[in-house]
Nanobody, 124 residues
Framework: QVRLVETGGGLVQVGDSLRLSCAAS????????MGWFRQIPGKEREFVAA????????QYTDSVKGRFTISRDNAKNMLFLQMDTLKPEDTALYFC?????????????????WGQGTQVTVSS
């Protein structure tokens, strides 16, 4: 089992930056891909970004390319999402997820471990 805990969400203004963190514990040696998803009430959970174990391979959804950066610190079992130039449409509950599959996977059904989520609200 792997436990994921997200931190770093909050209320920010348009154009601000925010950094989400995800701490992994448990059988972290089984993890290959780690990613971020987000969800707005009443909508499907949406892929945001994912990183391979090494961090050399990453994927982003088009709407965040150039603004968000995913990174990993495997020595500390941490995953990060640096979010810059935030927009109101980035408002969502953000989830950290881990997959035993690779190369980098983007479908939520490929992820078997999920955190509880951290709320990001971007106010205009």
């Amino acid at each position: 089992q792997v436990r994921l805990v997200e931190t770093g969400g909050g209320l920010v203004q348009v154009g601000d930056s925010l950094r989400l963190s995800c701490a992994a514990s448990g059988r972290t040696s089984d993890i290959y891909t780690m990613g971020w998803f987000r969800q707005i009430p009443g909508k499907e959970r949406e892929f945001v970004a994912a990183s391979s174990w090494s961090g050399f391979s990453t994927q982003y959804t088009d709407s965040v390319k150039g603004r968000f950066t995913i990174s990993r610190d495997n020595a500390k079992n941490m995953l990060f999402l640096q979010m810059d130039t935030l927009k109101p449409e980035d408002t969502a509950l953000y989830f950290c997820a881990a997959s035993e599959s690779g190369p980098v996977v983007t479908a939520q059904w490929d992820y078997i471990y999920w955190g509880q989520g951290t709320q990001v609200t971007v106010s205009s």
